[in-house]
């Protein structure tokens, strides 16, 4: 392996910084503009075609960089939501150099967007952006609109430096905040095209501040399911019924109790759970020593409310490594101020699971559904629904040249060292690739910080820290290509 040989930092840095100004900021406020809805939130979205739209704003600036040899073009299977791909083909310098063994770097963002989530600040709104000391505000600006840009900016800054890049495939789906039902499709359909996948960057994650550069090394898996409990054909007086039919509330209550434990909040089923590895628990000590008190200590909690427990260490690994549940929403109960003294027929539930890393999303699911139906309490009828899983993601161990070059990039653009830490959420792509490309090395980055509001209101771009993360992909993206 040759030794790295960084790009010239004060160029990069340059190019980055007037890019994103005269360029990035502007376009990005106009797609903040399109209520680009996922899927899942817009059972119209074909024919509303703010999707399509969101894709094709950002194909036209794609298309006016006139990077040499770049294509741009949206791909739209039947029945499923658009996809944008930019290829770029790899500088003189990464073929010469690797012969083409770099293969291709694969970027990946999205453009499809959650809802408003609630109302929003004074003077900001979801679809209006709003730059304020040094914020851009607007669904979709941080999560993760940017991505794209970004992507591009690197690539850009990497020539404009005469550094290398290997070939590179940038993939913007439409249906990421769905839980990227369609990307399996489109993955097989582009497997070809892509070719051999060396390097993944995914600019859809952040960290627990803005002064580093922070590396998402694992993402929580995901299963969903609606459990209906029927007890009677109609709703009948409360002062008849009660004490005669089971509530059916009560039987869905004891159903969860089989799950989780209403006054820890463990879950019990034996395959949502898994061993924490020891250097995760380890990378969780690290995060929390550098940044105290940035484990839930954003958290907007009502007065008087404590968090589950007062360790940092065990709060980061319940985020992260542990599985959860979430009530996300119900039916089948009245606005209180409608409500009469009737005992209802029927209770619904939506239930959100977040599951370790590594555990085997479809087998979680199934242990759930068995748990819901099984046995069920005065033989109370059960209807599920609406289920679907989603594997997480645990990284690979750094090559030795990303290790250096991360190393390398924390001295050059931020003042700290760069961190790794789990997070929470669920980015199905990743253990999608992961499984598809067993040999890549994986950069899961982003300008998200604690106070992004992704999925509620008041969602902002911290657009420093998105010119830094940009800065730091383009000395990546050469380090690649010179390994």
């Known amino acids: 392996m040759a ?17 994103w100004d005269s360029d990035i900021v502007g376009s990005l406020s106009e797609l903040i503009r399109i209520p680009a809805l996922s899927p899942a939130f817009d059972g119209d979205w074909a024919a509303g075609g703010h999707l399509r739209a969101a894709a094709e704003h950002v194909r036209a600036w794609f298309a006016a960089r006139e990077i040499p040899g770049a294509t741009a073009e949206i791909i739209e299977l039947d029945g499923r939501s658009p996809v944008l791909l930019l290829d770029v083909p790899a500088t003189d310098g990464a073929t010469e150099q690797s012969g083409g063994a770099a293969g291709t770097v694969l970027l990946y963002g999205h453009l499809d967007k959650q809802p408003p989530g609630g109302q929003w600040s004074e003077g900001l709104d979801p679809w209006t952006p709003v730059l304020r000391d040094g914020r851009l505000y607007g669904r979709g600006a941080a999560d993760d609109g940017y991505a794209g840009y970004a992507a591009v900016a690197a690539l850009e800054a990497v020539r404009q430096a ?29 497997a070809d095209r892509l070719g051999d996948v060396r390097l993944v960057v ?29 007890v009677l054909h109609s709703g009948q007086h409360s002062g008849l019924a009660s004490g005669a039919v089971p509530s059916s509330f009560r039987v869905v209550r004891t159903l969860l109790e089989r799950i989780e434990r209403a006054e820890t909040g463990e879950i019990t089923l034996s395959e ?23 484990a839930g200590g954003a958290l907007p909690l009502a007065p008087g409310v404590r968090l589950v427990t007062s360790d940092e260490v065990e ?55 068995r748990a819901l139906t099984t046995d069920v309490p005065y033989g109370a009828v059960v209807e599920l629904s609406g289920g679907e899983h989603a594997d997480g993601w645990d990284a690979p161990a750094p090559a030795s040249w990303l290790s250096a070059a991360l190393d390398g990039v924390s001295d050059a ?19 999608m690739l992961g499984k598809r490309y067993p040999r890549a ?32 992909v383009a000395h990546l993206l050469h380090a690649h290509a010179t390994a």
């Open 3 to 19: 030794p790295y040989e960084p790009v010239e930092h004060g160029e990069v840095e340059r190019y980055v910084r007037q890019v």
């Open 162 to 190: 005469s550094g290398s890049h290997a070939r590179a495939v940038v993939l913007l789906e439409t249906a990421e905040e769905s839980g990227s039902p369609d990307l399996p499709a489109y993955l097989t359909y582009l």
């Open 202 to 230: 995914c600019l859809d994650s952040g960290g627990s501040d803005y002064r580093r550069l922070w590396l998402t090394t694992s993402l929580r898996g995901l299963a969903q399911q609606t459990v209906t409990v029927r």
């Open 272 to 294: 949502l759970n898994v061993t924490i590895p020891e250097h995760r628990r380890k990378e969780a000590e690290r995060a929390v020593a550098a940044v105290p008190g940035a």
């Open 315 to 369: 709060l980061l690994l319940n985020t992260t490594w542990r599985p959860t549940l979430s009530v996300i929403g119900a039916s089948g109960l009245p606005e209180p101020a409608e409500a009469g003294n009737v005992l209802r027929a029927e209770t619904t539930l939506a239930l959100s699971f977040r599951l370790p890393p590594t555990a085997d999303s479809a087998a979680a699911l199934a242990a759930i559904q």
């Open 413 to 431: 653009v931020f003042d700290e060292p760069w961190l790794g830490v789990g997070l929470g959420g669920s980015i199905p792509f990743m253990g």
């Open 441 to 472: 090395q994986f950069l899961v980055t982003g300008a998200l910080g604690p106070d992004s509001n992704a999925h509620v209101p008041d969602e902002s771009l911290h657009l420093d820290q998105a010119r830094r993360v940009t800065q730091a």
